[in-house]
C-alpha cells in the first residue's frame, strides 16, 4: 500500500552533483524516518544518510561534508544533494522510509525500487 519513488539519478564525472528525490504515497498514517541506502556491486547495502523529524539527520562517515538530506514532511518527501562525487559513490540508491500505514499498529520499513548514480570520467 505504500510506494517509495526515486528520481534523480543518472551519470556524472567526479567532482559533479546531482539530487535524489524520493516521494512516499499510500495509505500513510505516520511517517517517521526517512533517508538514503546505497549498495554498491558485490557490497552490502549500507546506510547514507537518514532523518527524523524533529532531529539532526545522521550521514556516514564518507559522505560528510558532500551530501545533505533534507525533507519535505508535508509532502513524504526526502532528497539527498550530493556534491563533489567520487567513483566509490557509484552503486544504486535506494530510498528508504519507517511507515506506519492506516490500520496498522506497528511501523514497517519500505523501500523504493532503486536509482543508479555512476560517478565515472
Known amino acids: 500500500q505504500v510506494q517509495l519513488v526515486e528520481s534523480g539519478g543518472g551519470l556524472v564525472q567526479p567532482g559533479g552533483s546531482l539530487r535524489l528525490s524520493c516521494a512516499a504515497s499510500?495509505?500513510?498514517?505516520?511517517?517517521?524516518?526517512m533517508g538514503w541506502y546505497r549498495q554498491a556491486p558485490g557490497k552490502q547495502r549500507e546506510l547514507v544518510a537518514v532523518?527524523?523529524?524533529?532531529?539532526?539527520?545522521n550521514l556516514a562517515d564518507s559522505v560528510k561534508g558532500r551530501f545533505t538530506i533534507s525533507r519535505d514532511s508535508a509532502k513524504n518527501t526526502v532528497y539527498l544533494q550530493m556534491d563533489s562525487l567520487k567513483p566509490e559513490d557509484t552503486a544504486i540508491y535506494y530510498c528508504y522510509a519507517r511507515i506506519r500505514i492506516t490500520w496498522q499498529l506497528n511501523y514497517n520499513d519500505y523501500w523504493g525500487q532503486g536509482t543508479q548514480v555512476t560517478v565515472s570520467s
Open positions: 532523518i527524523t523529524g524533529g532531529r539532526d539527520p
Open positions: 499510500g495509505s500513510i498514517s505516520t511517517t517517521t524516518t
